[in-house]
C-alpha cells in the first residue's frame, strides 16, 4: 500500500518475514487452516487491469497502464458458463471486477450473455466516463433485465477531500454523478466503502448516510446488499495467521469464508487462456491459481496470505 494514502494502516509494525511462508504450517508450528469450497455460488471475472484511475491502494495495482491481467474475451467467459451448465453448479451470481470493467470492449456483450443466462449479475465500477460511454447500451439492459443487475459503485469516503487524496483529483464529482444517473434512471445499486482508521464503523456508515441523504441516493447503509464497509488490505503490514484452531477461538466457520463459494477468473498478460483463482483479492500469487477449470479449482484453499487474515477471517469481509 501507498504510505501516502489516507487509508494506510498508520504505525503498524512490519509483516514477520517468518510468516505466511509454508501453505501447512504456521510460523508457531501449528497446522494451517483451509477452505475447502462448499459449492460455486458466485464466480468472478476479472476483466483486465486497465482503469481510468490509479488509486493509491488498490490491491491489485489498476490503472491507465498496468495490463498485468489482459481484457477476458466473450468467448472466455461463455466457455466458463457453459461449464457451469454441464456441470450442473449452483452458481447463482456472476460478478464482474477490474481494473474497470466497462473498459473492455466486450462488456456489455458479456452482461447481455450472464443476464440471458439468468444469472444475478454484479459489477464493480467507478462510475465514470468508461461506464457513461454505454448509457444506451445500459439502459436497454435495465430495461429488459431490471433488479437482476447491480452496479456497485466504490466511494472511498463520505467526504471529497479523502476520496480524492486516495483516487485523485476531479473524481468525486464523476462518481457522485454517474451514481446519481444510475438511481434516476432505475438501476439496482450498491456502493463500497472504507474508513479512515480512527473513525469507527458506526461514524463512518453515519457519514455515509448523509451523504447518500444528501444526494437523493437510495442506499440502506445497514442493508449489506446495499452498502459493503471493506478493512483494509495491508500485505505489508504485520497481521497473525489463521491455524486450525482459530475456527473455535473466533466462533467463525470456514464455510462462513469468501473461498468456500467463490472463485475468480483472470487471464495474466501472455497467457494461451485464463486461469483460476482461489480469491478475487490474489490475482497474482502463485499459490492461489487453482488450474485452468472450475472443476479442477474445487479443491481447498489453505490461508496462506495476510489477505487471508486481515480481510476474510478476522475483518468478516466478502467481495460478494
Not at 456508515?205 to 442493508?223: E, I, M, T
Request: charged letters at 20%; a negative charge; proline letters at 6%.
Amino acid at each position: 500500500m501507498d504510505p501516502t494514502s489516507p487509508f494506510a494502516i498508520a504505525d503498524a509494525p512490519p509483516l514477520d518475514p517468518a510468516k505466511f511462508r509454508d501453505p501447512l504450517i504456521t510460523a508457531k508450528g501449528e497446522p494451517r487452516a483451509s477452505v475447502a469450497m462448499t459449492g460455486l455460488e458466485t464466480l468472478w471475472f476479472n476483466t483486465g487491469t486497465l482503469c481510468n484511475l490509479a488509486c493509491k491502494s488498490c490491491y491489485i495495482e489498476s490503472s491507465p497502464r498496468n495490463d498485468a491481467l489482459v481484457y477476458l474475451s466473450l468467448a472466455e467467459v461463455t466457455a466458463y458458463l457453459d461449464e457451469i451448465a454441464a456441470s450442473g453448479l449452483p452458481t447463482r451470481e456472476i460478478a464482474f471486477t477490474g481494473g474497470e470493467p466497462f473498459m473492455n470492449p466486450d462488456m456489455i456483450a458479456i452482461l447481455e450473455l450472464c443476464l440471458s443466462r439468468g444469472f444475478a449479475t454484479l459489477v464493480l465500477s467507478n462510475a465514470m466516463r468508461p461506464l457513461r460511454r454505454h448509457e444506451d447500451a445500459l439502459l436497454a439492459l435495465n430495461a429488459h433485465y431490471g433488479r437482476q443487475l447491480t452496479i456497485r459503485v466504490s466511494l472511498d469516503h463520505y467526504t471529497q477531500a479523502v476520496h480524492e487524496a486516495e483516487r485523485g483529483g476531479n473524481s468525486w464529482d464523476k462518481a457522485i454523478d454517474g451514481l446519481q444517473w444510475l438511481a434516476t434512471n432505475g438501476f439496482a445499486i450498491a456502493v463500497a466503502g472504507r474508513h479512515l482508521a480512527h473513525e469507527s464503523d458506526a461514524q463512518a456508515r453515519a457519514g455515509f448516510a448523509a451523504l447518500f441523504a444528501q444526494h437523493g441516493l437510495p442506499v440502506d447503509v445497514g442493508n449489506p446488499l446495499s452498502f459493503v464497509m471493506f478493512p483494509e488490505m495491508d500485505a505489508s503490514a504485520d497481521i497473525a495467521e489463521i491455524s486450525t484452531g482459530c475456527w473455535d477461538i473466533l466462533g467463525k466457520s470456514p464455510d462462513a469464508m469468501m473461498c468456500a463459494t467463490s472463485r475468480m477468473v483472470v487471464k495474466h498478460r501472455g497467457a494461451e487462456r485464463p486461469t483460476v483463482a482461489a480469491c478475487t483479492l490474489l490475482p497474482y500469487d502463485p499459490g492461489f491459481d487453482m488450474g485452468a477449470t472450475l472443476a479442477e479449482a474445487s479443491r481447498s484453499v489453505s490461508l496462506n496470505h495476510p489477505h487471508c487474515a486481515r480481510f476474510c477471517v478476522l475483518g468478516g469481509a466478502s467481495c460478494s
